[in-house]
C-alpha cells in the first residue's frame, strides 16, 4: 500500500510541476486554461510568479515526501490545495455556480484526500 501511495503522491508532485512549468513557460497558454486573462507585461509577470511558486512548491514538496516516506513534507501541498479549495468554496457562495466551478475542486479535493492517505501512513514506523 504504501508504495502505491507514494507513486500516486510522486504523480500529485509532477503534475503540478508540470501546470507550474507550463505558467512559467506558456503563461498565455495556461491562462486560457485556466480562465484568466493578463493584464499587459505585469499580468504575464503575475502568471510566471505566482503560479509556478504555487504549484511548483507544492509539487516538490509532494515529491519529497514520496521520495523520502516524509509525512511532514506532504502539508505542504495539502495546505495550499486547502486554501485553494476554500478560496473556490467562497467564490461559489459569493459569484455563484457555474459547471465549469466543479472539476478543478473535485481534482483539488481527491489530491488532498491522497496526500491525506499517505501523510497517515508515512507517519507510521514499523
Do not use: Y
Amino acid at each position: 500500500m504504501a508504495g502505491l501511495l507514494r507513486l500516486l503522491v510522486g504523480a500529485i508532485g509532477l503534475f503540478n510541476i508540470a501546470i507550474g512549468l507550463g505558467f512559467l513557460f506558456n503563461p498565455a497558454g495556461l491562462a486560457a486554461q485556466f480562465f484568466l486573462i493578463p493584464d499587459g507585461s505585469q499580468g504575464m509577470a503575475t502568471l510566471r510568479a505566482d503560479f509556478p511558486g504555487f504549484f511548483i512548491t507544492g509539487g516538490t514538496f509532494a515529491l519529497i515526501g514520496a521520495l523520502q516516506k516524509d509525512a511532514r513534507a506532504l502539508l505542504v501541498p495539502m495546505l495550499l490545495l486547502a486554501i485553494a479549495l476554500t478560496g473556490r468554496l467562497v467564490s461559489l457562495l459569493a459569484d455563484g455556480m457555474p459547471p465549469t466551478a466543479f472539476p478543478p475542486m473535485v481534482a483539488e479535493a481527491v489530491m488532498i484526500t491522497l496526500l491525506a492517505i499517505a501523510r497517515r501512513s508515512f507517519g507510521r514506523r514499523r
